[in-house]
């Protein structure tokens, strides 16, 4: 699905990533980690062709990446909900511009409404549709911001730290909310975050990125059976690979 | 109750503190009138007052009505191409760096005195903050949303305007109420320079007359006029911006 072949980005004069090679398969879910500032950001900037890298190339399904790829969900630490808009029609916003929506958008409305209703209900903002961005909590607007980036069912989703900022129940909450989307709806996903036990619950392999100039150098299978819980947070196999990612980074830290 | 009053309260005390510093210190009428003798005035010139108030109102709503569309479009094209940002943005700076009254003589020269000068002047004067403002609002769209946005394929147009633009509505609104009472200083600095009619032109005919009591009624009368426009701007920011005074409202 996506292929990453010897890629460098280099920004003025500095080198923010270097001979980045990776790849990612139908429906994965990868995660990205590394020591702060070794351009997880920027990956994820190429893949989604919002920047062309300096040399090698990168391919999503099959064809060579050159300007934004169309369609692709993304999300961000920073919520991003317009104020003027309620729940409900924040998430609607990518049905007015992606086609085959779009088409259906001025005929079909209600339909598309009742759509987007359906995803609120299932990460549990079903009576939050009318209220507006500054009436939420902070993961309540991380969630419109989650169902916003898969209401039109990209194929790919593009997560950069999306948790951030959120207090550690909420966090916890919302990776159920998400890994249960997943399962669902099966995209392609890669998640970018400093944060190893999000990485170590969420993904299937977790990439872990070296100190700038950036670049993969290690990767972890995650070989923990779906759905997870809060239960497996307790697992030993869980929390050894949290550990040996870890001191994977402590050691990239201190060369 | 009390709260809304206030503002009123305070102008009233205001005039009777006037109005006793007149009668206390035996203020003659032709140095600073006493709101009595206004009020007389405005009764007894009703007509000129009124005539003249109409052809300054309309002279500033044309102006403004011309500068809140040039000015806007000038904005988008500002705030939507760096290109244009950078060709154009110096040259509206140094334009805004002239004082507008220093115009009026040089559009007298072209159109003629009366209307057009002062539909001109306050175009002129207004239009600045409304560029200014349209450009800063289309600027402050985070640079998250934009990927979000490029990402899903929309369009420069789509972008625009379903983000950029509703965006920007606060700031544009904050400029009307800055433009419209330029507008009005403009009409008046045009019509007292270079008119036969309109509330400068008045100003100007009273105090030739000494009739001090009159330029006052004229003046309270473009003031009242001025803080109407801006209610009404106000109003309107409610209806079209409302989400921007979040908690306040409700």
């Given at each position: 699905m996506i292929e990453l072949a010897d890629v460098s980005l280099r920004y003025g004069g500095l080198l923010a990533l270097t001979n980045t090679e990776m790849m990612v398969a139908e429906g994965e879910f990868v995660a990205v980690v590394g020591?702060?500032?070794?351009?997880k950001s920027t990956l994820m900037k190429l893949v989604t062709g919002l920047l062309a890298p300096t040399t090698g190339e990168i391919r999503v399904e099959g064809r060579r990446v050159q300007g934004p790829v169309r369609g692709a969900g993304m999300a961000f630490q920073n919520a991003t909900l317009l104020p003027w808009r309620s729940t409900l029609d924040n998430v609607m916003l990518p049905l007015e511009i992606v086609e085959p929506f779009k088409r259906t958008m001025r005929r079909d409305r209600k339909h598309l409404e009742a759509r987007v209703q359906k995803l609120l209900e299932a990460v549990g903002l079903g009576e939050f549709a009318a209220s507006f961005p500054w009436q939420l909590s902070g993961g309540m607007q991380q969630r419109t911001n989650l169902c916003r980036s898969i209401i039109h069912e990209p194929k790919l989703l593009m997560l950069d730290e999306p948790f951030a900022a959120l207090d550690a129940f909420t966090k916890e909450d919302l990776w159920q909310v998400l890994q249960e989307l997943w399962l669902k709806q099966r995209f392609t996903a890669i998640l970018v975050t400093h944060d190893l036990r999000e990485a170590a619950f969420l993904a299937d392999t977790v990439h872990v990125m070296s100190q700038r100039?950036?670049?993969?150098?290690h990767r972890c299978p995650i070989a923990i059976a779906r759905p997870r819980t809060l239960a497996t947070t307790f697992d030993p196999a869980y929390t050894e690979i949290v550990n040996e990612l870890r001191a994977r980074i402590a050691q990239l830290r201190s060369q | 109750m009390l709260r809304q009053a206030r503002p009123w309260l305070l102008t009233i005390a205001l005039f009777a503190l006037w109005e006793l510093s007149c009668r206390l210190f035996s203020v003659p009428d032709f140095v600073l009138p006493a709101p009595s003798e206004i009020l007389q005035a405005g009764v007894r010139f009703w007509e000129p007052l009124l005539v003249n108030g109409l052809q300054t109102l309309y002279t500033t709503i044309v102006g403004f009505a011309i500068a809140i569309v040039i000015g806007v479009l000038l904005g988008v094209a500002v705030g939507c191409s760096p290109v244009i940002y950078e060709a154009l943005y110096p040259l509206l700076v140094g334009f805004n760096a002239v004082p507008k009254v220093a115009l009026v003589p040089i559009v007298v020269l072209w159109c003629g005195i009366g209307t057009v000068p002062a539909v001109i002047t306050a175009f002129v004067i207004s239009f600045f903050p409304i560029t200014v403002n349209v450009a800063t609002g289309l600027a402050s769209v985070e640079p998250e949303m934009h990927d979000v946005l490029r990402v899903l394929g929309a369009t420069r147009l789509e972008v625009l305007r379903k983000v950029s633009i509703p965006r920007s509505l606060p700031y544009l609104f904050a400029a009307l109420k800055v433009a419209i009472t330029l507008a009005f200083i403009g009409s008046v600095v045009s019509e007292t320079v270079a008119a036969n009619q309109g509330i400068g032109f008045l100003m100007l005919a009273a105090s030739s007359r000494f009739q001090v009591a009159l330029v006052f009624a004229a003046l309270l009368l473009v003031a009242a006029m001025s803080i109407v426009l801006y209610a009404f701007c106000a109003l309107l920011e409610r209806r079209?911006?409302?989400?921007?005074f979040r908690g306040q409202a409700s």
């Open positions: 020591p702060s500032g070794c351009g100039p950036g670049r993969i150098v | 079209m911006a409302g989400w921007a």
